[in-house]
């Protein structure tokens, strides 16, 4: 039996989940190479973002 739980984005500071993928979103996948700076993904319910 197959789980319908995400996993959390690989981009280190995002804490959005993903159900297919690494990242969830292009913009956290962009950030791959520089995970020490704030997520800008799209997601109002992110804790990644500062503002």
Not at 11 to 19: A, E, W
Not at 27 to 50: I, L
Request: aromatic share 2%; hydrophobic share 15%; glycine share 8%.
């Amino acid at each position: 039996m197959a789980t319908t739980e995400g996993k959390k984005c690989a981009h280190p500071i995002c804490s959005c989940t993903v159900t297919s993928g690494k990242y969830c979103s292009t913009q956290c996948e962009a950030m791959e190479k520089t995970p020490d700076v704030d997520c800008t993904c799209p997601h109002p319910g992110c804790k990644g973002h500062t503002e």
